[in-house]
C-alpha cells in the first residue's frame, strides 16, 4: 500500500534512489565495527587478558596434537592388520568419525551460522527476511557436487591416458617379443550406473554390485565370497571386473582422491573461522570448555580425512603434506586471532557477517561430504550388505559419533 501512495505521488526514480540508498545504508550497517549486543557487561565480568592467553596456549597444542594423532593413525595404521583401510576397525572407526563430521555441519555450524546472520545487531532487511544461512549452505553443498563431479571427471581422464600409455608401451614391448597379445572384447552393454569408460560414481556402484548378486546364482559369490569355479564360469564371467581403469582398486583411488581433497577444503574452511574465534576470545569462561570439544572435534576429522588420503593412495610425501596441513589449520586460526585480537571486535555487525557467511559454506560442505562421500559410499557397498555384525557396528559407531558431537553443543 504504501509503495502505490508513494509511485502516485513521488517518480519512480526517486523511489529507485530512496530505495538504493536504504539497501546500501542497511549495507553499510552490516559492515560496521563497532561492539553490538547486550552481553558486554557478562564478557567484561570474565574478562582476563592474561588467563585467556596462557589457556590459548594451552588450545594450540592440545588441539595440534589431537589433530596429528587423528590424521595419523590411518596413515601409519595401514600398515598393521586391524587399523588397514579394508579391515572391519577402520570401517566401523569411519563411520564414527562421518557422524561428527555430519554433526558438526548440522548442529555446530549451520545453527551458528543462522543465529550470527539474524542477529538483533543486524540491519532487518535483508538478513532476518530471508534464510540466507540456509540458501548458502544449500549453494555450498551444490557447488561441492560440481567440484566433486568436475575432479572425478579430471582424474578418471587422467588415469585413463596413463592407462593407454602403459598399454601402448606393454604392446610395443609385446611386439618386439614375437608374442601378438590376444583382445578379449567386453560385451557392448554396461550395468546400470556404469559411465562411458567404466567409471562409476557412488550410486552406479551400488546398482554394480545388486547388479551382480543377481546374476549369480545362489552361493556363487553373492556377497564377494571367492570360490574355487569351473573354467567356464571363469570365462564367462571374465568380463565382471574389468571396468576401464583396470579394476576396481584404481577406480576407488580415483574417487578418493577427489573426497580426500574436498573434504579437506571443507574441514579447512570452518576449521580456520572455529580458530580466529577463539583466538581474539578475551574470556577463559569461554574458551575452556572450548579445548575439549574442538580437540574431540579435531581428532575424529582428522580420522575421516586421514584415511581417505590412506584410500586414495597418495606418495608419501603427498599425504604428509596434506595430513600436515590440517593438524596446523586450527592452530593457525587460533595464532591469528590472537594477533588481531586487540583490534577485531568479534562482536560487531561485520564480524557477525563474516562468521555467519564461513559457517554456511563450511556446513554445505561437510554435510555432503559426511552424507554422500562418507556415510552413502560406505552404508551402500557391497561389503556392508552381506555383512550383518558390520552392519549393526557400523550404524552403532554412525549414530554415537553424531550423537556424541551433538551433545558437545551444549558447552561449545
Known amino acids: 500500500d504504501d509503495y502505490f501512495v508513494m509511485s502516485s505521488k513521488f517518480p519512480h526514480s526517486l523511489i529507485w534512489g530512496v530505495q538504493k540508498d536504504s539497501i546500501l545504508q542497511n549495507f553499510s550497517e552490516s559492515m560496521a565495527t563497532t561492539t553490538c549486543g547486550g552481553d558486554g557487561a557478562d564478557l567484561e565480568a570474565c574478562r582476563d587478558d592474561k588467563l585467556a592467553l596462557i589457556i590459548k596456549m594451552v588450545a594450540i597444542a592440545s588441539i595440534l596434537i589431537a589433530g596429528v594423532l587423528g590424521v595419523a593413525i590411518p596413515l ?54 530471508f534464510p540466507f544461512a540456509g540458501f548458502i549452505a544449500m549453494m555450498a553443498a551444490l557447488a561441492t557436487l560440481l567440484v566433486d563431479f568436475i575432479g572425478t571427471q579430471y582424474y578418471e581422464k587422467k588415469q585413463e ?80 571386473h574389468s571396468h576401464g581403469f583396470g579394476g576396481g582398486d584404481e577406480e576407488g583411488s580415483v574417487r578418493h582422491i ?14 580456520i573461522i572455529i580458530g580466529i574465534s577463539l583466538g581474539v576470545s578475551h574470556s577463559p569462561c569461554t574458551i575452556r570448555p572450548l579445548i575439549a570439544a574442538l580437540s574431540f572435534h579435531q581428532f575424529f576429522e582428522g580420522f575421516a580425512l586421514g584415511g581417505c588420503i590412506s584410500q586414495a593412495q597418495f606418495k608419501t610425501l603427498h599425504s604428509t603434506l596434506m595430513a600436515s596441513f590440517f593438524a596446523v589449520t586450527t592452530p593457525v586460526g587460533i595464532a591469528i586471532g590472537i594477533a588481531i585480537s586487540s583490534f577485531y571486535n568479534a562482536n560487531s555487525p561485520r564480524a557477525l557477517v563474516i562468521e555467519g557467511v564461513f559457517d554456511s559454506i563450511s556446513a554445505g560442505i561437510l554435510v555432503y561430504m559426511a552424507l554422500v562421500d562418507l556415510i552413502a559410499a560406505d552404508f551402500l557397498s557391497k561389503r556392508m550388505s552381506c555383512n550383518v555384525r558390520l552392519q549393526v557396528v557400523s550404524y552403532f559407531t554412525l549414530f554415537l559419533g553424531a550423537g556424541l558431537m551433538s551433545s558437545l553443543a551444549i558447552w561449545a
Request: aromatic residues 6%.
Open 76 to 129: 601409519f595404521g595401514k600398515k598393521r592388520r586391524f587399523l588397514r583401510t579394508d579391515s572391519n576397525v577402520f570401517f566401523a572407526a569411519k563411520a564414527f568419525a562421518a557422524g561428527v563430521i555430519l554433526a558438526t555441519g548440522f548442529v555446530h555450524m549451520l545453527p551458528d551460522a543462522t543465529s550470527a546472520l539474524t542477529d538483533t545487531c543486524l540491519p532487518t532487511y535483508p538478513w532476518s527476511k
Open 161 to 240: 591416458t596413463q592407462n593407454q600409455t602403459v598399454r601402448i608401451d606393454s604392446v610395443d614391448v609385446e611386439s618386439e617379443s614375437g608374442i601378438v597379445p590376444v583382445e578379449v572384447k567386453e560385451r557392448d552393454g554396461k550395468v546400470f550406473g556404469e559411465e562411458e569408460g567404466g567409471a562409476m560414481h557412488i550410486v552406479g556402484m551400488h546398482a554394480h554390485a545388486a547388479h551382480h548378486r543377481h546374476n549369480h546364482p545362489p552361493g556363487q559369490e553373492a556377497c564377494g565370497h571367492v570360490r574355487d569355479h569351473s573354467h567356464e564360469h571363469s570365462h564367462s564371467h571374465s568380463h565382471s
Open 258 to 271: 577427489v573426497v580426500s581433497q574436498v573434504l579437506e577444503l571443507g574441514i579447512v574452511s570452518h576449521s
